[in-house]
């Protein structure tokens, strides 16, 4: 089977199961779900960027990320207080580890900056599952992005003839713009059946937000994979790569989203 056919696949036998999690599942099983994917991802990050970080310093991320999303499905705002042991325990076991060999700055950086770029975007994803209408919020920017990821794909390889970045050269202007629009056009149809209530200028600008950041999140982690010379994160998705590979694009937009939606209920 070719890697496309893989691709195709995987996409039909995912899509139904992300709308079903999304809309029938409980808040707790979204909330572990996702625990997974941040854990998965996090794993495909040190494997990339860091393959000879410390394990016990690795698994003290690990292991703040469990308790982070744990501590989500108690009320309250107790999730906040383990953000700041994301650097206070590495930093902690550097120092223990520092009379057999110091750490460089690099290796202390690329070490910390996992959790920050993967499980507090993906945080804010499990909080936004928890407001009221949280869950069709998930939905619409789940399909936005995968709209734009799609478009960007195909009509990259069909008319794309400008290169977008040295970063990824399979990536075309013709192709960004047309994922764009793609995302504005899913955020729009998506306003009808979800949130008719809102004004298409609203939905439009909230589309093209999360689809510009997206395609910069998509940017970003190509850019990870050039510097460490791998082409994907990992294969636990046939025909996407890993699971970093399938929500780079997300972990830059759901910020935005959430942004989006703290002022809306102002």
């Known amino acids: 089977m070719t890697n496309h056919a893989q691709r195709i696949l995987t996409g039909f036998i995912a ?10 599942f409980p808040a707790w099983l979204f909330t572990m779900i996702i625990l997974f994917a941040a ?10 960027t860091s393959p000879d970080a410390p394990r016990l310093i690795v698994f003290a ?24 042991f994301f650097i206070i325990l ?17 290796e202390i950086g690329r070490t910390l900056i996992g959790p920050f770029y993967i499980c507090l975007p993906l945080m804010l994803l499990v909080v936004i599952f928890g407001i009221p ?20 794909f195909y009509i990259g390889r ?11 050269p399979g990536k075309t202007w013709e192709g960004t713009f047309g994922g764009l629009l793609s995302s504005i056009a899913a955020g729009v149809i998506l306003r009808y059946l979800l949130f008719p ?15 510009i950041s997206g395609q910069i999140g998509d940017l970003a982690e190509s850019m990870l994979k050039r510097i460490s010379k791998v082409k994907d994160s990992g294969t636990v998705l046939p025909g996407h790569g890993g699971m970093l590979d399938r929500i780079d694009s997300l972990l830059f937009s759901i910020p935005i989203l959430y942004l989006y939606l703290s002022y809306m209920s102002r």
Not at 133 to 152: E, K, M, N, P, Y
Not at 158 to 168: A, D, E, T, V
């Open 15 to 24: 899509v139904p199961l992300l709308i079903a999690v999304i809309c029938f």
């Open 39 to 48: 854990l998965l991802s996090l794993n495909e990050f040190y494997s990339i």
């Open 61 to 84: 991320n690990y292991l703040s990320t469990a308790g982070l999303f744990c501590l989500l499905l108690v009320k309250g705002h107790f999730y906040i207080a383990v953000i700041p």
């Open 90 to 106: 590495p930093l902690t076991l550097f120092i223990a580890r520092y009379h057999t060999r110091p750490p460089t700055m690099s």
């Open 133 to 152: 209408r949280g869950q069709w919020w998930v939905l619409f920017i789940f399909f936005v992005i995968f709209a734009g990821d799609t478009g960007s």
């Open 158 to 168: 069909s008319l794309g003839k400008h290169k977008l970045s040295r970063i990824s």
């Open 197 to 211: 209530s809102l004004s298409i200028i609203s939905v439009v600008v909230l589309a093209m937000g999360l689809g």
